[in-house]
């Protein structure tokens, strides 16, 4: 249920052979965090993360080819992370809320397999001018369901690099203008799910690179459920939530 990592640079914890399932809360700093083919690493809906917080060791989620890792509705505190997705690879990450908080800067993801962030990446609040860099390599894919934007008044810097691959834009999807950006003679396409209004400017384009943009695309395969929250208060005046 719980992983509470006391020391500053902790214990690798390496998942294979089936399902590890966390459902409360997880706090832990420095290491990695091996998922090896065939096994899947979940955090469940309305579970806490917190990662590479303090002045620690970077925290290294590496997926296996064949591997898994699932955030289901996790509220995720970053610092300090790297997550390495190579082809092959699944992400599925849906964020209740997002923030880097901490005293590194060293957040890297490298998506190389497949991406499906469900809300997008929505920074919401960071400190120390924290800065997550998001890089997609030829081959992969990234899936977003909700905006890409960050929180600048919170000194947050956001830097959505495409080298390559393919970029999904579903649901409420919306990227702020200057947080991505194609590299230098890379070749990217953009698929446009019907509802979808996408401002292709938003996007850094150099004379050298390419950018497809397919409209009126269908949804991406495998998409979850969309759940929605509402406050409901029972007879003594608490709250809770429901889906």
């Given at each position: 249920r719980q992983w509470k990592q006391q020391k500053w640079n902790g214990q690798p914890l390496t998942v294979r052979n089936g399902t590890l399932v966390f459902t409360e809360s997880v706090a832990v700093h420095g290491g990695r965090i091996d998922v090896e083919p065939g096994a899947t690493l979940r955090f469940a809906?309305?579970?806490?993360l917190g990662t590479g917080l303090g002045d620690a060791g970077t925290r290294i989620f590496k997926i296996a080819p064949g591997a898994r890792l699932e955030m289901d509705g996790v509220?995720?505190?970053?610092?300090?992370t790297r997550v390495v997705l190579p082809k092959g690879a699944d992400w599925l990450a849906d964020f209740s809320?997002?923030?880097l908080a901490g005293a590194m800067k060293d957040n890297r993801w490298e998506i190389g397999g497949k991406a499906m962030l469900v809300r997008g990446i929505n920074v919401k609040e960071g400190d120390w001018g924290n800065r997550l860099s998001v890089h997609l390599k030829p081959g992969g894919e990234l899936l977003l369901g909700g905006p890409v934007s960050t929180n600048t008044a919170k000194r947050c810097s956001l830097d959505v690099i495409l080298e390559g691959g393919v970029v999904s834009l579903f649901w409420s999807a919306a990227i702020d203008p200057g947080l991505v950006r194609v590299a230098p003679g890379a070749s990217v396409e953009i698929r446009v799910s019907r509802g979808v209004e996408f401002d292709e400017s938003s996007i850094s384009v150099p004379a050298d690179a390419?950018?497809?943009?397919?409209?009126?695309?269908?949804?991406?395969?495998?998409l979850p459920a969309r759940y929605t929250f509402d406050v409901k208060y029972d007879r003594t005046g608490r709250s809770y939530w429901i889906s």
């Open positions: 809906r309305g579970s806490y509220r995720w505190n970053m610092d300090h809320s997002f923030s390419k950018l497809k943009v397919v409209r009126n695309a269908p949804l991406p395969a495998g």
